[in-house]
Every structure is written in structure tokens, then in C-alpha cells.
């Protein structure tokens, strides 16, 4: 007999109708021998709805209260599903976040995470035979007031999309054989079919792009589920809740063993990775144009150039500067293509003229890992960690599963000393075995609720970058797509650099505020606020051993004369920031240049739901 957990999204139980379908498919589930937990969002938009009153009643309201007016959304769904079991003769039973014991962390209303599950209830219900409903996206912080020897038990949620995470949380804690995420889509999709109408769906995703994707916009799966599935090694499938085909397989590697106490919060690096075969190639000024990635990148990918990290920096008048990395024997040929390719990106008769700049005896030391997702303080206590002994950071690279730093090669050993013994990890080769067939792009996604904070002017020494992330990590804010500038500017004596990344826009505000701080005590710091922008990103394991991806992607922003603002990289991910109005049609553009569509239309609406 296995255990299987079932979660179904608020789509899936948003009528009378479709509860009495899902309990059929509970029901089905359980005659074929299996032992079944289910997991339930609140009904259709009830959250929203729930959102909005409270809005209605204040502009600011308290969070411990929404969690309380939250968590009901979820309370009226598993009661009903339960009585739908039991009216078709299934022993079923409804239980809360409280019930099932899923203990949270205190002080984080609305965002918590899960401590641990205490499954034994769960367990001595199942034994008896029954289904068991659990509400998702909610738990219990239990406070420690040291007058009181009962522990104040206050209702808490996960965040919005949180049941997912629920759902992979118990599989993880009953160690159940699998756990499936039944949704309004057949699977997880290449692109949001609402956005790019013939996204074609995929029979398997890794984890680890899965974790892109969900984190870079593709809502399907929320990204602390798939963050438990890969580190406990939990089967995860997602399928359509309205026929019987077999969705998509999220593939996780072999985990590391963990225990399942502090389940969101220990270790969230698995390994410290380092690569001393890398060589930088920097262009400076070149001009701020549709086409001037693209043009650069095709002329490296047409000579058969793998390039590792890419990044744009924020521009500064009408000119970006972009730098790569290359393995250290391919320097000399990457800056001899550039050399060649300046004169047709440069603008004539600019006073500063574009320039190509390399640099040797550089390394990538990289922190990887899933718990990095939403945990702020992570990047910051890296950069804090190299800071302390005197490691100054060239280049940064972020992704979901990984933090890499570009340092000079004498600082490699040291660096990733320090890191072993900051994140209590070992050294890790990094290399993940790829199939060749493993396409470039598996998926693409666009995130339009994003805000971009540039920062002017920051001092090139050890311990500024750390600065800026430890503050917003203290306050909570997390940030991604983290890029410096190449550009040195002397300033007061000293060189400054330029830094840019992503926040959400709830946090933009909050966070400028914070950093016109920092900045302040910088000579001539600025920090500068873009709420008008898209993210759009393409992932894929693929993409390290096919050169011209980057080129392939930029050169399908061009020919939509769209300007892209900053690129950033990683080893399984470009994202482009672009302006906001940009973003489907970016979206779209790139979906097709990659062959991802099917033809075919797949759309939410044209699947018969039952009413
Ligand atoms: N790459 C993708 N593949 C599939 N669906 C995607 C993708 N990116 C975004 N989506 C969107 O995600 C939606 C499914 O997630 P959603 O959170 O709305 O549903 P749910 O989990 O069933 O509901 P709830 O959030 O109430 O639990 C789809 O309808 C689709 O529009
Ligand atoms: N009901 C919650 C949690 C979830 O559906 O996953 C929300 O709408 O965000």
C-alpha cells in the first residue's frame, strides 16, 4: 500500500460540483490501495476576497490578523471536501494547520515558515482507514513568553500559493511514496499559457529549473514545495484535475540527508563550489540599443565559445557595459571577437569611444543549495563572510540554487575556506551530469511585479556589497538578479561601482528608503527606483553546453525593437530586465525563438472543467 499526498488547488475545489469530483478522485485513489492525505486551498478566489476586505477596513492591516482572516479560506474548503467523502462512503477526516501539528517559525506573519510536522495524528487516522483533509497554507507559531508555561499558540500562513508547500512538506514528513499537485493546467507548461497561448507541456522538469521558473514568475508550483521536494528527494508530480493524463514529473537529484526537524530552515547551502578555469571579458560604453547583445553574443557563439556568466549593468547615459566570463583558455579568441565586433556596436564619433578590457587569474567560488529561495540573509552572510577576510567580489551571479562570486585567483583557497566553515558544508565539484540531448531552454517566465533599485556609486573595496544585502536581509527583503557594474569610477580618491538588482514591488519603497541610508555616507551614493519593469527569464539545464543560447534569446528581444535594460546569468538562466510594457510581448518572442511552442492551443479555458 503506498502513501500518496493530493493537493488540489482553489480552482479545483471552487464549486460544490468540483469538490464532489475531487472526492471521486479521492476516492478512486484510496480503492487502488493507497493511503491518502489531501491538501486543499481555500475555494476559487476566496483569498482575494479575503485580501480585499481587509483592505476595505484598512490600509495597513495588521498581520497577525490577516493570518487569522486568512487561514479561514481553507477551513471551509477541507470541511466540505471531508463531507463529500463521507457522503460517498468514505471515512474521511477534516484537520487544520493546528490539528496536524505543522509548527512554524513566531515572527513571521503572512511569509512563515515550516519548523516542523508531527505526523502522528495523521498517521493514527490513516491507520483507521479515513482520507485525511488537511488545511493548507497554514500552521502555528508557538511563543515562548517565559511568565507563561503554555506556550501562546498564534494561527500563521506560508504566503500566498502556500498549499503546494504544505502538501510537499507532509509528503516529507509522513515520507510518503509521492505527492501530486492537481491544478487547473495538464502539467507544468514551457511558458504561463494565459501569456503564450501555445505553450506545449513538458513530461519532466529538474528541480532545479523547476525552482527557476517558479521563482522567475511560472506560478504552477510554489517554490518552497519544489525547495522540500528536491532536498528530501519527494517524488512531485503536477496534472490536471480534470482528466486522467499524466502531467509532469519534477525530477529531483539524490538528496543530501537531512533531518526533517527545522524542515524550511537548516542548511540551506548543500555545498561550496569553485571554478578556477575562468577568464573575464569586459566591453565598456557600448551604446544603449536594441541588437547590441545580440550582434556581440552571436559573434562568440558563431566561433563555438561557451560563456558563462553574462551580465548588463544599469546605464549610465546612453551607453551599458557587459562582461562575460569564458574559460581561461578561450580569453584570448573571446576578446579578439569583441575587439572585432566593437567597431559595429560602437557609435562614431562618440568622445568615449567603447573599449574591450580582459582579465586573468580570476575564479567563480559559488554557494549552491535550494534554501536560498526567499532567504535573504543568505547571499548577505556569503558576501559578509568574504568581506571579513578582505575578499573583494568582481562579479555576482544569483540564481535559486546558487550564489557565485567572481574573485581574484589568489583569494580562491581562501574564500572557499571561509565559506566551508561559514555555511558548515564541504567542497563540491559542481558538475552535474547532462545528457546532450538536454534541451537549451526548457521554459521561459515572466515576472511583472518586480521593482529594479540601482545603486550609484559604491565603493570597490571588501564589505560594501555585504553592506547593502545584510540590511535588507535584517528587514526581511529578498532580492534576485543581483548585477555590478564593470565600470570604475574615481571618486574622492577611491574607485565606486555601480550595483543593481530586483526586489518585489511590495518591497521597493521600503527598501529604497533603507538604502538612501547606506548611500548616504557614500561621496556621491544614489540610489535610483524603476517600478516599470518586466523580468523576463529562459532556464534550462541545457543551456551551458549551447553556445549561441544567450545570442539565440537577445536577438529575439531585437527584433521586437525591444531594449533590454540589464542581463543577468547564471549556469541554467538569462534574465533580462526590459520595460514593463515589453514584458508579454518579450515573453512571447523569446517562447518562439526557442521552438518551445506546439501549435496547439493550451490554454486553461479550453479544458472541460466540470462546472
Ligand atoms: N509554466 C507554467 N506551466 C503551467 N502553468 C503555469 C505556468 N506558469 C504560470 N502558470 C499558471 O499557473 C496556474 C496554476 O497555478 P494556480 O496557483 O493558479 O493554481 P492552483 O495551484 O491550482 O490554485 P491555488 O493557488 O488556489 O492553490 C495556471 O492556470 C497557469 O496560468
Ligand atoms: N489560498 C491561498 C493558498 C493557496 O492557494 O495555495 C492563496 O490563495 O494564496
Known amino acids: ?90 471515512p474521511a477526516i477534516s484537520l487544520t494547520g493546528a490539528q496536524v501539528g505543522i509548527v512554524t517559525e513566531c515572527d513571521r506573519h503572512m511569509r512563515a515558515r515550516i519548523l516542523q510536522i508531527k505526523p502522528d495524528r495523521i498517521q493514527r487516522h490513516l491507520g483507521e482507514g479515513r482520507v485525511v483533509i488537511v488545511a493548507g497554507f497554514q500552521g502555528v507559531a508557538l511563543s515562548n513568553d517565559e511568565d507563561s508555561e503554555i506556550p501562546d499558540v498564534e494561527i500563521t500562513t506560508l504566503g500566498r500559493g502556500g498549499s503546494d508547500t504544505s502538501a510537499v512538506a507532509l509528503a516529507a514528513a509522513l515520507k510518503a511514496d509521492r505527492c501530486e499537485i492537481y491544478t487547473d493546467v495538464p502539467g507544468i507548461l514551457t511558458a504561463d499559457p494565459r501569456l503564450v497561448p501555445d505553450a506545449q507541456l513538458m513530461s519532466e522538469i529538474t528541480s532545479d529549473e523547476m525552482l527557476e521558473l517558479a521563482s522567475l514568475g511560472a506560478k504552477v508550483l510554489h517554490p518552497r ?144 543549495g535550494a534554501g536560498t529561495i ?42 572557499v575556506e571561509i565559506l566551508c566553515r561559514t555555511f558548515q558544508v564541504e567542497v563540491h ?84 528608503t533603507l538604502l538612501e541610508e547606506v548611500v548616504s555616507e557614500w561621496p556621491q551614493g544614489e540610489v535610483m527606483l524603476d517600478e516599470e519593469v518586466a523580468k523576463v527569464s529562459a532556464v534550462g539545464m541545457g543551456m551551458v553546453h549551447h553556445p549561441g543560447t544567450a545570442a539565440k534569446m537577445f536577438r529575439a528581444l531585437s527584433e521586437r525593437g525591444i531594449n533590454i535594460q540589464t542581463i543577468a546569468t547564471s549556469e541554467i538562466k538569462i534574465s533580462c530586465i526590459v520595460d514593463r510594457e515589453s514584458g508579454i510581448e518579450a515573453l512571447q518572442a523569446i517562447h518562439a525563438a526557442f521552438g518551445l511552442g506546439s501549435g496547439e492551443k493550451i490554454t486553461s479555458d479550453v479544458y472541460t472543467k466540470p462546472k
Open 374 to 415: 526567499g532567504r535573504p540573509g543568505v547571499a548577505a552572510q556569503m558576501f559578509t563572510a568574504l568581506a571579513e577576510e578582505g575578499v573583494n567580489i568582481q562579479m555576482i551571479s544569483t540564481s535559486e540554487v546558487k550564489v557565485s562570486c567572481v574573485v581574484k585567483a589568489k583569494d580562491c583557497d581562501r574564500a
Open 225 to 368: 514545495a519544489v525547495e522540500i521536494a528536491r532536498n528530501y528527494g519527494i517524488p512531485l508530480v503536477v496534472k490536471s484535475s480534470w482528466e486522467d493524463a499524466p502531467g509532469t514529473t519534477v525530477i529531483s537529484p539524490v538528496p543530501f540527508p537531512r533531518p526533517l526537524e527545522g524542515l524550511e530552515l537548516v542548511h540551506p547551502v548543500d555545498a561550496v563550489e569553485f571554478d578556477t578555469d575562468q577568464a573575464k571579458v569586459s566591453l565598456l560604453r557600448v551604446p544603449d540599443r536594441p541588437g547590441v547583445a545580440a550582434q556581440l553574443f552571436e559573434c562568440i557563439g558563431s566561433q563555438d565559445l561557451d560563456v558563462d556568466l553574462i551580465v548588463q549593468s544599469i546605464h549610465e547615459g546612453n551607453s551599458n557595459d557587459i562582461a562575460f566570463t569564458v574559460a581561461a583558455n578561450y580569453l584570448q579568441r573571446a576578446a579578439s571577437i569583441s575587439e572585432a565586433a566593437l567597431p559595429a556596436l560602437s557609435t562614431s564619433n562618440s568622445p568615449n569611444p567603447a573599449e574591450v578590457m580582459t582579465e586573468d587569474n580570476i575564479a567563480k567560488v559559488s554557494i549552491a
Open 1 to 90: 500500500m503506498a502513501l500518496i499526498v493530493q493537493k488540489y488547488g482553489g480552482t479545483s475545489v471552487g464549486t460544490v460540483e468540483r469538490i464532489q469530483s475531487v472526492a471521486e478522485r479521492v476516492r478512486k485513489t484510496v480503492k487502488e490501495n493507497n493511503s491518502v492525505v489531501v491538501v486543499v486551498s481555500a475555494m476559487g478566489k476566496t483569498t482575494d476576497g479575503l485580501v480585499k476586505l481587509a483592505y476595505d477596513i484598512s490600509p495597513n492591516p495588521c498581520q497577525r490578523e490577516m493570518d487569522m482572516l486568512l487561514s479561514t479560506g481553507e477551513q471551509v474548503s477541507i470541511a466540505l471536501l471531508s463531507m463529500a467523502l463521507q457522503e460517498i462512503a468514505q
Open 429 to 512: 565539484s559542481g558538475q552535474c551530469a547532462i545528457s546532450a540531448d538536454t534541451p537549451p531552454v526548457r521554459g521561459v517566465a515572466l515576472d511583472l511585479k518586480q521593482a529594479r533599485l540601482a545603486l550609484r556609486n559604491i565603493p570597490d573595496r571588501p564589505g560594501s556589497a555585504a553592506r547593502v544585502f545584510q540590511l535588507l536581509a535584517d528587514r526581511g527583503v529578498s532580492v534576485d538578479t543581483i548585477i555590478q557594474s564593470q565600470r570604475c569610477r574615481a571618486i574622492g580618491g577611491a574607485t565606486a561601482r555601480d550595483l543593481a538588482f530586483t526586489v518585489s514591488q511590495e518591497d521597493a519603497q521600503n527598501a529604497k
